[in-house]
């Protein structure tokens, strides 16, 4: 067996090239992944290298409604009515030697690249600059992706066996809402220890969020401003309530801390109702995004609560009462903590300090992930670090620091043989 760093040194232009090769291939949604997604091309392009790297076993996994309808209706996760067609997850097994297994989880869907012209190099031509490798997914998340199977290569090019079951997976419709992980967690994938790659700025992420998004739209009574009395403004009724729900944020902001993660928190996001200025509003609706904290607080509390504010509002309001407000609630992912202290956060503990000769900084994440399904639907022993920083992703002129991706490739190979060599 050689040495991994030195190894790892001798690829370097071969890792290099690959995660080149994965970011020039264009597998962005459609539509946050309503319309569809371009997935296709990179999975064949991960298969190829998967097969040459000798996997075990190579499984495409096709996204499909029946199991997003399962997952919302047991866990309140899933985003029903995407267009699934030709979009399939893909896992790569390399088997071990009956140590403890390890599962790498990934995104290969990107968002669009947006505004060109706010491209300083086309998105889909990848370029390095200053020790920077640029273009769409670079750092959100085909870093990630890329490190966990170079991770395995650089142990194989090394001339190491692998002490225990190491999956790589490549998921679909990530962006548009974690659709991908959660047919794999459903349809039974599992492992001993799960590394999520999304990209952390050297930080070891142990908890976010989660979140609940609504719609509340409102009817009114529309004519000219001018006899304003003989009408009902939907904007105003829309805004008393937006005040009863800050106060509700207020309380929560009193009441919830935690030693990750900011406050719990409501967004009004989009607001629109009414014709022109010389007309009362006769409809109005606003959107809303509501994060909320892990352990202290549930889906189902979140839920609650913002029915019982918008219900009591109507309910003291002559109009409201009589023509009571449309909740829909549209979309919502759920919160993520791991235990901080616990086998499988403490051996990567040691394994980075190994590496890098300080302890890693352990954080809570503003943005949620799919390390939330692999946690609370697959229950495995879930952590999140990988390549990238959070103000690259979905921002033109993306990119990831090369030596951030090369170091990711080091520490999960050397994960990979530390968690193998424990004992079940």
């Not at 309140?76 to 067609?85: A, C, D, I, V, Y």
């Amino acid at each position: 067996m050689r040495d991994l760093r030195e190894t790892l040194e001798e690829h370097r232009e071969e890792y290099i090239r690959r995660l080149s090769e994965l970011v020039a291939i264009d597998t962005h949604d459609l539509g946050h992944g309503i319309e569809g997604g371009l997935e296709k091309e990179g999975q064949e392009y991960m298969a190829a290298l998967f097969e040459e790297m000798g996997a075990s076993r190579i499984t495409r996994d096709p996204l499909r409604e029946e199991i997003i309808e399962q997952c919302r209706k047991e866990h309140h996760e899933g985003n029903p009515g995407h267009n699934n067609e030709g979009r399939y997850n893909l896992y790569a097994l390399f088997r071990g030697n009956g140590g403890r297994s390890l599962l790498f989880n990934s995104h290969i869907d990107t968002m669009p690249p947006g505004d060109l012209g706010e491209w300083r190099t086309p998105p889909f031509e990848p370029s390095i600059q200053d020790g920077k490798l640029y273009g769409l997914g670079s750092a959100d998340m085909k870093g990630g992706l890329m490190a966990s199977a170079m991770a395995v290569k650089l142990l194989k090019d090394a001339g190491y066996e692998l002490p225990g079951d190491v999956m790589v997976t490549s998921v679909c419709d990530e962006e548009g809402g974690g659709n991908g992980s959660m047919v794999a967690a459903m349809n039974g994938l599992r492992a001993d220890g799960v590394i999520n790659c999304e990209g952390t700025d050297d930080e070891l992420v142990l908890a976010h969020m989660g979140f609940v998004f609504f719609r509340v739209d409102f009817v009114g009574k529309a004519n000219h401003s001018g006899a304003k009395w003989l009408g009902v403004s939907a904007i105003e009724k829309a805004w008393k309530v937006i005040n009863a729900l800050s106060e509700m944020e207020h309380q929560w902001l009193l009441e919830y801390r935690h030693p990750l993660l900011p406050a719990p928190n409501m967004n009004i996001g989009v607001i629109c109702g009414g014709t022109a200025g010389s007309t009362v509003a006769g409809e109005c609706y606003f959107e809303t995004c509501i994060h909320y904290l892990p352990g202290q607080m549930s889906y189902e509390q979140v839920v609650r609560e913002f029915h019982r504010i918008v219900e009591g509002v109507s309910a003291y309001d002559p109009w409201l009462k009589d023509h009571p407000p449309k909740i829909t609630m549209y979309q919502a992912g759920g919160a993520f903590e791991m235990e901080r202290e616990n086998l499988f956060v403490n051996t990567f503990r040691q394994v980075y300090r190994n590496l890098k000769g300080r302890p890693v900084r352990t954080v809570g994440s503003p943005a949620g992930s799919d390390s939330r399904i692999w946690k609370n639907i697959a229950g495995c022993p879930t952590i999140q670090f990988g390549p990238g920083r959070l103000e690259q992703c979905h921002s033109p002129n993306e990119y990831v620091e090369l030596q951030a991706y090369l170091d990711c490739i080091l520490l999960y190979a050397q994960m990979i043989l530390a968690w193998g060599a424990e004992r079940r």
